[in-house]
């Protein structure tokens, strides 16, 4: 019966330990704003991150004092400052490594119309943290003089905390209602904290989730970033699919439910999707990679739509590779993505099943060169992928798809020794070709290059007399062709 009390007791001494770190920032701004006569909280994700023991770098808080004394009182403070968001009451300022934010307390309405809120600012903190998302981010603690203070916890977030629960201050329906998007957060923060949502959390966002429609796609992407980004991705994303988000924002994923691959080795193409990226993500070096991580969870989205019988009872999914980097094309850009991300995204599914057909080493050198210069700066991404794509429960295969991997990793290791292959190019530049053939700057030029970076590929490295002499009999026999 003792152990929930001593649980709390130790993680709120060690969330006052880890904000004792920060005594050199909370003492002085606590008492800038105790002598203007004003209350100061840290709140919000900035104490369930103490609480936690993941305390970043970006520190949020609340006071009852309005925008402009609150940019007053930074002016001569902060070593940097803006405000941008102070018609919602914010005040961004830059201390040191710190970012903070300091929002006058609120107490806003909704339309449930849109998920931008009436602003109206509040009097008291209670009012503050219960017009929150999640109890887990409705905690406060008071700055003072003396730095962190007082815990505040009207609204017992600190048990959701030692339970890993994320609910709702109010009920679920009327906090969604307000903000659509709090649904997506919800499930952001099961992949970032590996919390488990409230029952009655996840029955309201599958009864509410179409109402994700209100919401823009740039915020979508973002919190959609965020999840797969997290440490627990598989876990939120099994939630978008189970609570219907995904078929609002990501229907591609739910779509490749009960699509039975061609070695009948999963229940499904949807499974073997998130096996793969749990096993991109153990591949991975330093940070989560974004490319990486959608490359993997994506790479099979072309399946279900090039799935066919074939007699004898066997599935085949012909060109779902050229199929798929289509539909992430498609996806990508409807959710804003950059462009560069979204080529990138889209070149590794292109390129994922390219491997298979080295078979037990049978590329030529040409075949491998083109495979370095078609992945290009993508080629660490494609390895790893290529090996999380590995998921037969067949030792003997397993083992020998990754065999017969690292064979062509060595290959390429001893080719880009020998010939520098990240930077394949054509032996003569465009004015070595222009020179050569007599020729003005135009289409006939490139055209040219790229049979000389043709050739490159096939050959390897000529010396500069082997590129003339190949580049004159390919002029001689276009020039033939012509007057033929």
């Given at each position: 019966?003792?152990?929930?009390?001593?649980?709390?007791?130790?993680?709120l001494?060690?969330?006052?330990?880890?904000?004792?770190?920060?005594?050199?920032?909370?003492?002085?701004?606590?008492?800038?704003?105790?002598?203007?006569?004003?209350?100061?909280?840290?709140?919000?994700?900035?104490?369930?991150?103490?609480?936690?023991?993941?305390?970043s770098?970006?520190?949020?808080?609340?006071?009852?004092?309005?925008?402009?004394?609150?940019?007053?009182?930074?002016?001569?403070?902060?070593?940097?400052?803006?405000?941008?968001?102070?018609?919602?009451?914010?005040?961004?300022v830059?201390k040191?490594?710190?970012?903070?934010?300091?929002?006058?307390?609120?107490?806003?309405?909704?339309?449930?119309?849109?998920?931008?809120?009436?602003?109206?600012?509040?009097?008291s903190?209670?009012?503050?943290?219960v017009?929150?998302?999640?109890?887990?981010?409705a905690?406060?603690v008071?700055?003072?003089?003396?730095g962190?203070?007082?815990?505040?916890?009207?609204?017992?977030?600190?048990?959701?905390?030692?339970?890993?629960?994320?609910?709702?201050p109010a009920?679920?329906?009327?906090?969604?209602?307000?903000?659509?998007?709090?649904?997506?957060?919800a499930?952001?923060?099961?992949s970032?904290?590996?919390?488990?949502?409230?029952?009655?959390?996840?029955?309201?966002?599958?009864?509410?989730?179409?109402?994700?429609?209100?919401?823009?796609?740039?915020?979508?992407?973002v919190e959609?970033?965020?999840?797969?980004?997290?440490?627990?991705?598989?876990?939120?994303?099994?939630?978008?699919?189970?609570?219907g988000?995904?078929?609002?924002?990501?229907?591609?994923i739910?779509?490749?439910?009960?699509?039975?691959?061609?070695?009948?080795?999963?229940?499904?193409v949807?499974?073997?999707?998130l096996?793969?990226?749990?096993q991109?993500?153990?591949?991975?070096?330093?940070d989560?990679?974004?490319?990486?991580?959608?490359?993997?969870?994506?790479?099979?989205?072309?399946?279900p739509?090039?799935?066919?019988?074939?007699?004898?009872?066997g599935?085949?999914?012909?060109?779902?590779?050229?199929?798929?980097?289509?539909?992430?094309?498609?996806?990508?850009?409807?959710?804003?993505?950059?462009?560069?991300?979204?080529?990138?995204?889209?070149?590794?599914?292109?390129?994922?099943?390219?491997?298979?057909?080295?078979?037990?080493?049978?590329?030529?050198?040409?075949?491998?060169?083109?495979?370095?210069?078609?992945?290009?700066?993508?080629?660490?991404?494609l390895?790893?992928?290529?090996?999380?794509?590995?998921?037969?429960?067949?030792?003997?295969?397993?083992?020998?798809?990754?065999?017969?991997?690292?064979?062509?990793?060595q290959?390429?290791?001893?080719?880009?020794?020998?010939e520098?292959?990240?930077?394949?190019?054509?032996?003569?530049?465009?004015?070595a070709?222009?020179?050569?053939?007599?020729?003005p700057?135009?289409?006939?030029?490139?055209q040219?290059?790229?049979?000389?970076?043709?050739?490159?590929?096939?050959?390897?490295?000529?010396?500069?007399?082997?590129?003339e002499?190949?580049?004159?009999?390919?002029?001689?026999?276009?020039?033939?062709?012509?007057?033929?």
């Amino acid at each position: 019966m003792t152990e929930l009390p001593d649980r709390r007791t130790r993680l709120l001494a060690a969330a006052a330990v880890e904000l004792q770190g920060l005594a050199d920032v909370l003492v002085p701004l606590g008492t800038l704003f105790a002598d203007a006569g004003h209350e100061l909280y840290l709140v919000g994700g900035s104490v369930r991150d103490a609480v936690l023991g993941r305390l970043s770098g970006d520190l949020d808080f609340t006071t009852d004092a309005r925008p402009e004394q609150v940019d007053e009182l930074l002016r001569d403070w902060a070593d940097a400052r803006w405000d941008t968001g102070i018609a919602f009451g914010t005040i961004s300022v830059r201390k040191g490594d710190l970012i903070i934010e300091i929002t006058t307390f609120r107490a806003d309405a909704y339309d449930r119309v849109s998920r931008n809120p009436q602003v109206r600012f509040g009097d008291s903190l209670d009012d503050d943290l219960v017009r929150r998302d999640f109890t887990i981010n409705a905690m406060a603690v008071r700055v003072g003089r003396d730095g962190a203070q007082d815990f505040c916890d009207p609204l017992d977030g600190l048990s959701a905390a030692l339970a890993g629960v994320i609910d709702t201050p109010a009920t679920p329906e009327e906090s969604f209602a307000d903000d659509p998007l709090r649904m997506l957060r919800a499930i952001r923060f099961v992949s970032q904290l590996g919390f488990r949502l409230a029952p009655r959390v996840q029955e309201a966002i599958t009864a509410m989730a179409e109402q994700i429609d209100r919401i823009t796609v740039e915020r979508i992407r973002v919190e959609l970033d965020k999840t797969i980004a997290g440490e627990h991705p598989l876990e939120a994303i099994d939630l978008l699919v189970e609570t219907g988000l995904a078929e609002r924002v990501l229907p591609e994923i739910p779509g490749m439910r009960l699509t039975i691959d061609e070695h009948h080795q999963h229940k499904d193409v949807y499974q073997h999707s998130l096996t793969v990226l749990r096993q991109a993500i153990d591949l991975e070096e330093g940070d989560p990679d974004l490319v990486l991580r959608w490359a993997a969870l994506l790479h099979d989205i072309g399946k279900p739509a090039t799935r066919r019988h074939e007699s004898g009872g066997g599935v085949s999914f012909h060109h779902h590779e050229v199929v798929g980097a289509k539909m992430v094309r498609k996806r990508m850009r409807a959710l804003k993505y950059p462009k560069a991300v979204v080529d990138d995204v889209a070149q590794l599914v292109f390129l994922h099943l390219r491997f298979h057909g080295y078979g037990d080493g049978t590329w030529t050198d040409s075949a491998v060169r083109r495979y370095v210069t078609d992945a290009g700066d993508l080629l660490d991404r494609l390895h790893k992928l290529v090996r999380a794509d590995c998921t037969t429960r067949n030792k003997r295969r397993a083992r020998r798809l990754q065999e017969n991997y690292d064979h062509l990793e060595q290959r390429i290791a001893d080719l880009a020794a020998a010939e520098d292959l990240q930077r394949v190019r054509p032996d003569l530049d465009g004015n070595a070709i222009m020179e050569l053939l007599d020729l003005p700057p135009g289409p006939l030029v490139g055209q040219a290059w790229r049979y000389l970076k043709e050739l490159r590929l096939d050959r390897g490295p000529l010396s500069r007399d082997e590129a003339e002499e190949a580049l004159r009999q390919w002029w001689a026999e276009r020039r033939a062709a012509a007057d033929g």
